[in-house]
């Protein structure tokens, strides 16, 4: 049997949070961020670093943004669908990041003077449907089956409560990605396609003058990544439901969690035909050759 351990995807496509608030061209926006969180007054974008990681991104591992400020090292995460595990992840961000850190410095974690490193903060901005509590603190421990001695931290905001509002006023970049989202939401639930509805909710926020130079000069690479998001929330939500189930027909995703791999390459496959994955990608997740998996595609194709 095939290998069902996650695989390094090869190509890494970027969120809207994360290139609004982790890219080098619009660090002023991360600045602002780091502000509103911290009630601090920092004016000189060049004060901040950017520290995401940038290396191989393993599927279910992936780090939006994380920055350096003085002393401060900050994780920022966002989320459309709450995930109770995230101080776990954030253990796994937490561990490369300082690696990194400590790689860069030359640190010798090994000698006998105290090795100093920057504070750790863990954010996770909300974005949901699901009604959420404001703020959420979710910890380590809470998931340890007895007693252990590390604890990691996650700060969960829910930016669409009324309650953020203090926070959106004073960020203008995330209250504009805020009403992006609220927005392509609207307009789906209206009946548009996924497409149009992204589409039209960039055309409102141009209008309404929310994140308009952003929006007008990378339009299209927002919609793409838009699409991305959903192309990926699909495939995994497809992964979940199939694991639940047992005995389905042939040529579903049957008995994904005890890695059947067959029926999870078929299903592969079939996201291939219709369009929302590529054969690459889905490849690489069934842990086949690309020739492979286009001649499962076909056949499939031919069958219908």
Same mark, same amino acid.
Not at 169 to 196: H, I, M, T, W
Not at 265 to 275: F, K
């Given at each position: 049997?095939?290998?069902? &351990?996650?695989?390094? &995807?090869?190509?890494?496509?970027?969120? *809207?949070? &994360?290139?609004?608030?982790? $890219?080098?061209?619009?660090?002023?926006? $991360?600045?602002?961020?780091?502000?509103?969180?911290? /009630?601090?007054?920092?004016?000189?974008? @060049?004060?901040?670093?950017?520290?995401?990681?940038?290396?191989?991104?393993?599927? /279910?591992?992936? %780090?939006?943004?994380?920055?350096? *400020?003085?002393?401060?090292?900050?994780?920022?995460?966002?989320?459309?669908?709450? %995930?109770?595990?995230?101080?776990?992840?954030?253990?796994?961000?937490?561990?490369?990041?300082?690696?990194?850190?400590? #790689?860069?410095?030359?640190?010798?974690?090994?000698?006998?003077?105290?090795?100093?490193?920057?504070?750790?903060?863990?954010?996770?901005?909300?974005? /949901?449907?699901?009604?959420?509590?404001?703020?959420?603190?979710?910890?380590?421990?809470?998931?340890? @089956?007895?007693? /252990?001695?590390?604890?990691?931290?996650?700060?969960?905001? %829910?930016?669409?409560?009324?309650?953020?509002?203090? =926070?959106?006023? +004073?960020?203008?970049?995330?209250?504009?990605?805020?009403?992006? *989202?609220?927005?392509?939401? @609207? %307009?789906?639930?209206?009946?548009?396609?996924?497409?149009? !509805?992204?589409?039209? !909710?960039?055309?409102?926020?141009?209008?309404?003058?929310?994140?308009?130079?952003?929006?007008?000069?990378?339009?299209?690479?927002v919609i793409d990544m838009f699409m991305d998001e959903?192309? #990926?929330?699909?495939?995994?939500?497809?992964?979940?439901?199939?694991?639940?189930?047992?005995?389905?027909?042939?040529?579903r995703l049957e008995g994904l969690a005890e890695g059947?791999?067959?029926?999870?390459?078929?299903?592969?496959?079939?996201?291939?035909?219709?369009?929302?994955?590529?054969?690459?990608?889905?490849?690489? &997740? $069934?842990?086949?050759? @690309?020739?492979?998996?286009?001649?499962?595609?076909?056949? =499939?194709? +031919?069958?219908?």
């Amino acid at each position: 049997m095939m290998s069902q &351990r996650p695989q390094p &995807r090869r190509e890494y496509k970027d969120t *809207v949070f &994360r290139d609004l608030f982790g $890219a080098e061209e619009r660090k002023e926006n $991360a600045l602002s961020l780091y502000n509103a969180l911290n /009630g601090t007054t920092y004016t000189d974008p @060049e004060e901040l670093e950017i520290t995401t990681l940038d290396d191989v991104i393993y599927m /279910g591992l992936r %780090n939006d943004v994380s920055v350096l *400020v003085g002393n401060d090292l900050s994780l920022w995460e966002h989320q459309s669908t709450y %995930n109770p595990n995230m101080p776990l992840r954030g253990l796994k961000y937490f561990a490369r990041l300082y690696a990194a850190h400590e #790689e860069k410095h030359k640190l010798n974690e090994y000698g006998r003077v105290l090795v100093k490193v920057p504070a750790p903060h863990f954010v996770v901005f909300y974005v /949901g449907e699901s009604k959420r509590p404001h703020i959420e603190v979710l910890r380590f421990s809470d998931a340890y @089956e007895g007693q /252990g001695d590390i604890e990691v931290v996650a700060t969960v905001i %829910n930016v669409t409560a009324k309650e953020s509002w203090n =926070l959106l006023q +004073s960020c203008e970049a995330l209250a504009g990605y805020v009403r992006l *989202v609220e927005l392509v939401r @609207e %307009n789906k639930a209206s009946g548009l396609p996924f497409d149009e !509805a992204v589409d039209s !909710a960039v055309q409102q926020c141009i209008d309404e003058g929310v994140l308009a130079d952003y929006l007008t000069n990378r339009r299209s690479m927002v919609i793409d990544m838009f699409m991305d998001e959903y192309d #990926e929330e699909k495939i995994e939500a497809l992964f979940r439901e199939e694991g639940r189930q047992e005995g389905l027909a042939e040529g579903r995703l049957e008995g994904l969690a005890e890695g059947r791999q067959e029926g999870r390459m078929t299903m592969l496959a079939q996201l291939v035909r219709e369009g929302i994955l590529g054969v690459q990608d889905a490849a690489i &997740r $069934a842990d086949v050759s @690309e020739e492979q998996m286009s001649a499962l595609a076909a056949s =499939l194709d +031919s069958t219908v």
